[in-house]
């Protein structure tokens, strides 16, 4: 059989895993695509660092990419450019796409669609949400007949370390922070992960693929964990529940006013510990996926890491092989739906509000009237602390869902009064498709 030939494009962490698995399962591959599959070149920065590639190295990717002898190019490099760019070259030469790049996607996913549509190749990405878990070719296969209405999840590896710690030992983020570094899951820069950006470019792509709709990274209300506390920590258990860092992508069916809607958030949010993504801990990803027929479904497993990466990117390239030698192609995108994505604001949800205040007669009835003048519903009120003389004491607002917008005005309001002292914390409560969550 004529092999299938791949150039592959870094050799870090997870492209030398690919290398590895190239090699050790060459057979079974070749059994599997139906020809063999092999490297045809390995492009990287610093060859050095790579010498047991020997011949297969070289700086000049773009020549890679276009090179005669190349079937399929897989990209592991990360980042926009000079991803974007060999990609672009490599669709409109004829070759197929293998990539694991989320933050590229999530920025300009359909300019890649477009390229391998009018080039007739195929474009795969399995490895840019949740590592190993077989959570794309199922929202964009398996579902294909049905109506997905929800997809949320723990897609940060490196945030839910940290979460998990700070729950399990009470520790503080900053010193759960240092111990996920020590243990080589969160980067010496930790941005991408702790703000909350890696998270919402995959909230992107999965929302793109659950309701056939173009969403971008910029589409998606982001925000990371780094101000969550011990406190928030504590109060969450005293709601039954714990924080997690949620990508939430929803559907909204039209109401008499608006028409069917999607929207994509991430936030550290309160979740029912009795929800099944409740106990994902560690550095495991897990998402819950919502359709009309099928029900609830959850994917669960390794996120991220070298091997379990590798091992989605395998699959694609398998995928693609099997093409070449079948006459088959990768699904087209399909963003026919093209559906409005809502803003943030309009976007319902509960919030737990914990506030510093004084503990006098009339206080709990001036901040409720803030509440309420906005529309906001509250669920339930707790007081600890303070006494007749007035001193300070916390106060826990709980609210009904209502919009984002109505409950932010609300809280910019409180931070206002004479009697709040300070707005301690404030964090969204999120059901997820499970009742049960306290107030
Ligand atoms: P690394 O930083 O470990 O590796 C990047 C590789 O790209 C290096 O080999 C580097 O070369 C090479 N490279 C960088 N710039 C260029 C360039 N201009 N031309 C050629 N080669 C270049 O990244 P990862 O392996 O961790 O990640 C790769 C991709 O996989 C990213 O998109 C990431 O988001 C995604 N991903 C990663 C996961 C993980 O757990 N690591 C999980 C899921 C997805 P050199 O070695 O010479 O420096
Ligand atoms: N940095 C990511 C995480 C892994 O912590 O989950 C790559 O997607």
Redesign the pocket.
């Known amino acids: 059989m004529t092999p299938i030939r791949v150039a592959l494009?870094?050799?870090?962490?997870?492209?030398r895993e690919v290398v590895r698995l190239l090699r050790d399962h060459a057979d079974e591959l070749a059994a599997r695509a139906g020809a063999p599959v092999e490297l045809a070149g390995v492009?990287?920065?610093?060859p050095h660092?790579?010498a047991d590639l020997a011949d297969l190295l070289t700086q000049d990717?773009s020549g890679l990419v276009t090179r005669d002898d190349v079937d399929v190019v897989v990209e592991?490099?990360?980042g926009i450019e000079?991803a974007r760019s060999l990609l672009l070259e490599a669709l409109k030469a004829g070759k197929s796409v293998v990539t694991?790049?989320?933050?590229l996607l999530a920025e300009d996913g359909p300019t890649l669609a477009e390229a391998a549509d009018a080039s007739g190749v195929d474009l795969y990405y399995e490895?840019?949400v949740a590592?190993a878990i077989p959570l794309l070719r199922s929202l964009r296969e398996s579902l294909a007949g049905d109506r997905i209405t929800r997809v949320a999840g723990i897609v940060n590896g490196t945030t839910n370390f940290i979460l998990s710690a700070m729950t399990a030992s009470g520790s503080s983020y900053a010193d759960a922070l240092e111990e996920a570094t020590r243990l080589g899951y969160a980067e010496a820069d930790p941005s991408a992960d702790v703000d909350g950006y890696d998270a919402a470019s995959k909230a992107a792509i999965l929302a793109s693929l659950a309701f056939h709709t173009r969403v971008t990274a910029n589409d998606v209300h982001c925000e990371g964990i780094r101000s969550v506390t011990s406190a928030d920590i504590v109060a969450a258990a005293g709601m039954g529940c714990v924080i997690k860092l949620v990508a939430i992508c929803e559907r909204t069916p039209p109401d008499g006013t608006s028409p069917e809607s999607v929207s994509a958030r991430v936030y550290p949010a309160m979740i029912p510990a009795a929800h099944p993504l409740a106990s994902v801990d560690g550095a495991f990803n897990a998402v819950f996926v919502e359709a009309e027929a099928a029900g609830q479904m959850m994917f669960y497993g390794q996120g991220?890491?070298?091997a379990p990466?590798a091992s989605a990117v395998l699959g694609d390239l398998v995928a693609v092989a099997r093409n070449r030698v079948g006459g088959g192609r990768a699904p087209r995108e399909s963003a026919y739906a093209s559906l409005p994505v809502r803003p943030i604001g309009t976007v319902r949800t509960r919030y737990h509000v914990s506030l510093d205040v004084n503990d006098r007669a009339g206080v709990l009835a001036a901040i409720a009237g803030e509440f309420a003048h906005r529309g906001v519903s509250i669920a339930a009120v707790r007081q600890t602390g303070g006494g007749n003389g007035g001193e300070a004491a916390r106060l826990v607002v709980v609210t009904h869902a209502a919009p984002e917008a109505a409950l932010a005005a609300t809280v910019d309001v409180l931070a206002g009064l004479d009697v709040v002292r300070g707005v301690d914390s404030v964090l969204r409560v999120e059901d997820l498709g499970r009742k049960g969550v306290a107030g």
């Open positions: 494009l870094g050799c870090g962490t997870v492209g492009a990287v920065r610093r660092k790579h990717a592991v490099i990360g000079p694991a790049n989320k933050a490895a840019a590592g991220a890491g070298g990466t």
